[in-house]
């Protein structure tokens, strides 16, 4: 048994193109484990996300990074794209709207059916953007569509030396006395630290699951 | 069982690579007296085909030289060639179109990988406002697409209205880096007409559909047509994608006769664009919002229509055109 599973092995590694040979060793386990009757892993609970924010926040990038793609040739979002970010205990279906000016107006038209969203801003961008940002994410606390849903307020950029920390940004935001009674997450992300990104989106996700159980609770 | 069958047929796809397909050659080399490199000059035609063919026969070949051959200087290629015809025992005074033809083939395609490398250093140089050459070439770029209204200033809302996201430019050539103002420019000055009437439709193209008093309604809305800058962006980031994945080899190929250079690549770009315009106006999508879904169509399309050996997609090149100086 584990000889056939070393020779399949390597056929996949001498594949020359590297996703062929991820596609081929990936199609070799499955059909490995069907052999062995162990069975596909159980599925797991897919929640649908909508993730706003200005243009320039990180929102792409922080997204392409949770997939394990390069965030190198990032160009601005335009329009709306959907990613299915894999977790290991969620697939979250992210709906990821662009953020300039032009667009924004279109955000609300892409809020229903949602269960959680996720708000991107610049920790280090100028007063300004901050004020439109703030502007921004209380206009979607208070939306019919996404009042009750749970928020992840990433604070991204956080390695520019201008970057406002956290502390700041809950007392800019004003969020204790805005978002009182709704569920909210304000977390320090980079794209340096993708550990920590990824330990935000699991806080999240433990929301998430939350809110599937209440209605049994009754 | 299906799983088993695609198991057993992949198990039989790579001893066939790795040892019946060396024997076959021999067998066939023993039969026609030729060499697998000349059967490919003899039967195919000059272009694509025969220069993707010995791209693959070279890189698959079980001699180091051959192998490296693709990957060397451009100076050094008439010395590969005849380092290849002696190391496959060709007699150059027998076969003198072989070592033409050869010499051609390697031209392209040490041209294309060498074009790949140029167009990545571009694209990692991140615009810098402090840097005078960029800030002239930002400045040309409105000057070439909107002739007739003046900047007010460096930092100001008419970058809107070029379909750039803010006042400031230098943000949206995240990505894409100089590149993407490269192809912008090289858009605006060489295709002029194209480039304006384009940017004029993306404004409002809807205009003729509505009546008066709706298009009143929608016309400052500026999301009823698409961004151009943020969309030339996008495209360029199409063009970079398939010059970098390979797929562009059958355009170049065809239409390069000597090596693929940067202007090519630019041409490139001013054709997709106006190609990606008239396909936005064929789908006629609610507004900028579907943006990614028809780049994604045009994408496959444009993928699929390389997939034919003999494809050019826009057969206007000059044989020999000098680099324009930006």
Redesign the interface.
């Known amino acids: 048994e584990w000889y056939c599973f070393c020779v ?1 092995i390597l ?1 996949g590694i ?1 594949e020359p193109s590297s996703t062929f040979r991820r596609k ?1 060793i990936f ?2 386990l ?2 490995f484990r ?2 062995c009757c162990k069975g596909p892993p159980p599925p797991r609970p897919e929640y649908d996300l909508v993730c706003i924010g200005l ?2 926040s990180g929102k792409t990038s922080l997204l392409s990074q949770l997939c394990s793609e390069s965030p ?10 959907i990613k299915a970010v894999p977790f290991q205990n969620a697939i979250l279906n992210v709906k990821e709207l662009g953020g ?4 924004r ?2 955000w609300s ?1 892409y809020y229903q059916g949602s269960q959680g969203v996720i708000f991107v801003l610049d920790s280090a961008s100028s007063e300004d953007d901050l004020e439109t940002a703030r502007n921004e994410l209380h206009s979607a606390l208070q939306h019919p569509q996404l009042c009750t849903l749970p928020f992840l307020i990433l604070a991204n950029h956080q390695d520019k030396p201008a970057a406002r920390s956290v502390q700041e940004i809950k007392k800019y935001f004003e969020l204790e006395p805005l978002a009182r009674g709704k569920r909210w997450i304000l977390k320090p992300c980079s794209l340096d630290d993708m550990e920590a990104v990824k330990d935000s989106f699991s806080l999240l996700i433990n929301l998430l699951e939350e809110r599937d159980f209440e209605p049994s609770r009754m | 069982m299906k ?2 069958l ?2 057993f047929i ?2 039989c796809l ?1 001893f066939y690579c790795k040892c019946l397909w060396r024997c076959l050659k021999f067998v066939v080399r023993k039969l026609t007296g030729r060499c697998e490199l000349q059967r490919i000059c003899y039967n195919t035609k000059p272009g694509a085909a025969r220069t993707m063919k010995i791209e693959a026969s070279l890189k698959g070949s079980k001699s180091k030289r051959l192998q490296t051959s693709v990957s060397v200087h451009p100076d050094a290629i008439e010395k590969t060639i005849d380092d290849i015809m002696e190391l496959k025992k060709i007699n150059p005074d027998i076969n003198p179109q072989l070592g033409v033809s050869l010499q051609a083939c390697l031209l392209q395609i040490v041209g294309y990988r060498n074009l790949i490398v140029e167009v990545e250093k571009l ?1 990692r140089e991140p615009y810098d406002s402090e840097n005078l050459q960029h800030e002239e070439m930002l400045l040309k770029l409105w000057k070439c697409l909107k002739p007739n209204s003046p900047l007010k200033a460096r930092i100001s809302k008419q970058w ?1 209205e070029i379909g750039f ?2 006042d400031d430019p230098k ?2 050539f ?3 880096g100089l590149l ?1 103002l490269y192809n912008l420019v090289y858009f605006a000055e060489w295709d002029t007409e194209v480039a304006q009437q384009v940017l004029s439709d993306s404004l409002h193209p809807k205009y003729s559909q509505f009546s008066k008093v709706e298009w009143e309604k929608k016309k400052f809305d ?2 009823i047509g ?2 151009f800058a ?2 030339g ?2 495209v ?2 199409l063009a ?1 994608n398939l010059l970098v994945s390979g797929a562009l080899k059958t355009h170049f190929y065809n239409v390069a006769p000597e090596a693929p250079t940067l202007t090519h690549f630019q041409q490139t770009f001013c054709y997709l664009m106006h190609e990606f315009h008239k396909f936005w106006i064929e789908e006629d999508p609610l ?7 028809v780049r994604e169509k045009f994408h496959k399309r444009i993928l699929k229509q390389l997939q034919n050996p003999e494809m050019a997609l826009c057969p206007h090149f000059a044989a020999s055109e000098s680099l324009i100086n930006m």
């Open positions: 399949l056929i001498d081929t199609t070799h499955k059909c069907a052999l243009t320039g190198e040739n990032i160009v601005s979002t335009t329009g709306f794209s300039a000016d032009n667009i107006k279109y038209r | 799983h088993f695609r198991m992949q198990v790579y694209r809107c996201q803010g943000t949206d995240r990505g894409m993407g500026k999301a698409y961004s943020i969309v962006i996008n360029t980031d970079y507004d900028i919002m579907e943006f990614n879904r």
